[in-house]
């Protein structure tokens, strides 16, 4: 992996990085950030394929897009 690839993964990780116990080895604390960022990457995924073009308008509603501003 390059490292603007390493980088952009660390950064994700870290952001699940919020309370370690104290019992936690560091490499269990990444392994579990990592998971967590993981398991939300997989449902952000799930989220995107199932959304349909008038679930895609409506919600853009909610922000004033310019495709939305199209659609009406």
Known sequence: MDRYAAENAREKIAGYMISKHPSESPD???ERAKDECLKHMRIDI???AAMD???FIAAA???NTALAAEAD
């Open 28 to 30: 269990a604390y990444f």
């Open 46 to 48: 799930e989220n995107v």
């Open 53 to 55: 073009f008038a679930q």
């Open 61 to 63: 509603k909610h922000k």
